[in-house]
């Protein structure tokens, strides 16, 4: 490969010879076998480095053609190998650094395999991971981690660093509860040293720890892998503007698949490529592969030459830039060089042959500069049902290996996102004036159905949430009603914008919040538990949750129709309650789910069940059958889709005679104040139930009770129940549900001991049978 380059390199002057014998010269340098005869000599020397392990013979059985993971243009080898001898001697990076180029190679095979087979037992973010297994072999490689620092950004790709990190046992308990993250986490290994999760942040993480590594005088390397969607986040230029001024010697790998948004394709009224400028940018630096080889051999090489040949190397490096920038549009210099980045690339990021010299002479070079190193590579590479599929896999449920197909349970009832998605849908064919947007989400938030019905009103902003928020600031006072669609996790990214440039003017902006609650494997980086407390203490926004997906169609009409401020609508991951729940438990009368909705009263909620009076069995499991102090029950005011647990726990308080009334708040802010009154002056106890953190509807009617004067004569006892104080860690929504205490048996519970009844206790199952143990909680 290295001589057809230099021997098609068509700069035009005698560089390419040179590189071609220096080419040669370096690959005989790193790697010994490559020598007439120098394999035995060089195994003895590298079998130190593996003595921990049980070295085992580097043949790969393979199905199908020969292997040749090297080449990447239909030659990779696809058919999985039948065994992992060489991934089976590493346990953690240093056993592989003894490996030769054909065994780095035989690695990277066998570890993009056991990624497969992990998780299609286990779903989870597959696409990334495919992607980048040269790359993480190459990076453990090169480097001496954990004391030198890799930090992935958003690091859903990071499942082979983990897999030779140590977790590869571990890798069935993938994002299940008690087992390991789906992202790099600081408590679970000394080679995560950044925990991630959300977008754009490595390179600040980075360049703060290369900075610290200078101020003790240590000098180990700070490399951050980012992604060519994640550099589309502010933060992320932030870090490299400062990064060039500081001079701090920091390495940023841009893993570039073309995958900016999730997924990229959808259409938008930018057409269907990946989100903004820059990625036409970068798609511009991907020029031929004569260029890569030619451009990365003389950096690397360029060490090993005479003065002359070094002179002759950087006037090659220089035509080179040239080329590259007169193909982006630019001047001599690369955008990250204006920066102040040294800029390396871009290179084939699967091909081991190109990335371990290249690394090598990055870890090596003298000076403080900070280093970019452009590499390309392919999300889903190496897998076809991926290679070939809209998304790269990039999230997957269990699947089958064999032909990729997906296991999923059949869906009771639609999700709340497709629920969301076909109403704004509808009332977008009826209003010209709305506009959907999303920050690089449009599969997670219904814009993606929204931008294949109104690809000229869909914006796919990438990954830039503080631009989403102002940028449909100013689209409302053009006239429009902007739905800023944005995961609950991803707003407190805007924050500040949603305060100063949409709350504070008092602008019509409809936030559209999915993953609101807890949203199962995904784990705490993705939970949306704290919106109702970081908004609800905004002046001028109407805040609702639905309870059913009748409910959130209602919403969306409400969301339009409202002009006078800014207007949140969350709603949680996951199917809807379906018609059989809206009829029996909700006094629905429907044949179907409508469309569109009618337009709910601002701050009004409702009542779903009336408590029942009282039975003479009730009676009886009082005090000796006399009148009991608790006798007007308990009321069940739930904001969100808790209503149906709220219901299932009032069946049961009443089974045992407490009567229990429930609510549907609908609406945090503006509060149903008449409401809460009502429920606190004909009840004994009131029970709020969130999903949400301290700080959100339960305070909220806490606040407005004690103003009130609605606690002063004791009458009434409250409860909230919300999300606790902790970050629940990753598992089933209902395990989550369980932990955080948000059930029907936990709202029993805690009902019971409001009214004396706490002696007795229901399992959290279907029948809800009480049995006579102490309360846990």
Not at 93 to 104: K, V
Not at 126 to 154: K, M, Q, R
Request: hydrophobic share 40%.
């Amino acid at each position: 490969m290295y001589q057809e380059a230099a021997a098609e390199n068509h700069l035009g002057f005698v560089a390419g010879p040179v590189v071609l014998k220096a080419g040669v010269a370096l690959s005989n340098s790193l790697f010994p076998e490559n020598r007439p005869g120098g394999w035995h000599a060089a195994r003895g020397v590298r079998a130190a480095a593996r003595s921990r392990t049980r070295r085992m013979p580097a043949v790969m059985a393979t199905e199908g053609a020969a292997h040749d993971p090297g080449r990447r243009h239909g030659g990779y080898d696809r058919s999985a190998p039948l065994n992992t001898p060489l991934l089976d001697s590493v346990r953690y990076p240093e056993d592989l650094r003894g490996f030769s180029m054909s065994e780095l190679k035989q690695l990277a095979h066998e570890l993009r395999w056991d990624v497969l087979r992990s998780v299609s037992k286990t779903g989870g973010h597959l696409g990334a991971s495919l992607g980048v297994v040269e790359l993480t072999v190459a990076l453990h490689y090169v480097f001496n981690t954990p004391e030198d620092h890799l930090i992935w950004d958003v690091s859903h790709q990071a499942y082979p660093h983990k897999i030779l990190t140590g977790r590869r046992h571990r890798m069935n308990t993938l994002r299940k509860s008690g087992g390991i993250s789906g992202f790099t986490r600081r408590a679970e290994s000394v080679y995560d040293v950044f925990g991630a999760g959300h977008s754009s942040t490595s390179v600040s993480a980075a360049l703060g720890m290369a900075v610290g590594r200078d101020l003790a005088g240590k000098k180990h390397h700070a490399v951050a892998i980012i992604g060519d969607g994640a550099i589309t986040g502010g933060m992320a230029y932030e870090a490299l503007n400062n990064a060039g001024h500081l001079n701090s010697r920091v390495i940023v790998i841009l893993n570039d698949n073309g995958q900016v948004s999730l997924p990229t394709g959808t259409k938008s009224a930018a057409g269907t490529a990946p989100a903004g400028a820059l990625s036409g940018y970068m798609s511009r630096l991907l020029t031929s592969k004569e260029f890569r080889d030619a451009r990365a051999l003389a950096k690397e090489f360029s060490r090993l030459f005479p003065d002359a040949l070094q002179r002759a190397a950087a006037q090659m490096d220089e035509v080179a830039r040239a080329l590259v920038a007169q193909g982006a549009g630019a001047n001599r210099e690369t955008l990250f060089e204006q920066l102040g980045l040294y800029y390396v690339g871009p290179m084939d990021g699967h091909d081991l042959d190109m990335l371990v010299p290249v690394l090598k002479n990055i870890r090596d070079a003298p000076g403080n500069k900070p280093i970019l190193l452009h590499v390309r590579t392919e999300k889903g590479y190496g897998y076809p049902p991926a290679e070939a599929a809209f998304d790269k896999y990039h999230g997957v449920s269990r699947f089958d290996i064999n032909t990729g197909k997906q296991h999923s349970a059949p869906a009771t009832a639609p999700s709340y996102t497709s629920v969301f998605a076909k109403a704004l849908i509808a009332e977008a064919d009826e209003d010209r004036k709305i506009v959907g947007i999303t920050a690089a989400m449009p599969g997670g938030t219904g814009m993606g159905a929204f931008g294949d019905a109104h690809p000229t009103r869909c914006f796919d902003v990438g990954i830039a949430e503080q631009h989403a928020v102002t940028f449909a600031a100013g689209l409302s006072i053009e006239g429009y009603k902007p739905f800023c669609c944005i995961y609950s996790t991803f707003l407190q990214r805007g924050y500040d914008q949603v305060v100063h440039d949409v709350a504070l003017q008092k602008l019509p902006v409809r936030f559209v919040l999915d993953r609101a609650g807890l949203v199962g494997n995904d784990g705490p980086t993705h939970h949306g538990s704290f919106d109702l407390a970081y908004l609800g203490c905004l002046p001028h926004l109407v805040i609702m949750a639905p309870s059913d997906e009748v409910e959130l169609v209602n919403m969306v009409a409400t969301a339009r129709a409202y002009d006078d401020g800014p207007i949140v609508v969350r709603y949680p991951r996951g199917t809807a309650v379906g018609l059989e729940v809206l009829r029996s438990k909700f006094g629905y009368e429907l044949e179907t789910v409508p469309v569109r909705g009618k337009p709910l009263p601002i701050g009004r909620g409702r009542i779903i069940r009336e408590k029942r009076a009282r039975t003479p069995t009730a009676t009886a499991l009082g005090t000796g059958g006399s009148a009991e102090p608790f006798a007007r029950g308990v009321a069940v005011l739930s904001l969100g889709a808790r209503l149906l647990d709220a219901v299932h726990a009032a069946e049961q308080l009443e089974a045992v005679g407490v009567p229990c009334t429930v609510a549907d708040a609908r609406f945090m802010k503006p509060l149903d104040t008449d409401l809460v009154r009502r429920l606190m002056r004909e009840h004994d106890a009131l029970i709020t139930i969130e999903e949400g953190s301290i700080g959100g509807f339960g305070d909220h009617v806490l606040h407005f009770a004690a103003l009130d004067g609605l606690l002063d004569d004791g009458r009434c006892r409250v409860r909230p129940m919300v999300i606790p104080d902790v970050f629940i860690e990753a598992g089933t929504q209902s395990e989550q549900y369980e932990e955080a205490g948000l059930t029907a048996a936990h709202i029993t519970r805690s009902a019971l001991q409001l009214v004396g009844k706490g002696e007795l206790r229901f399992r959290a199952t279907a029948s809800m049978s009480p049995v006579s143990d102490t309360p846990a909680r």
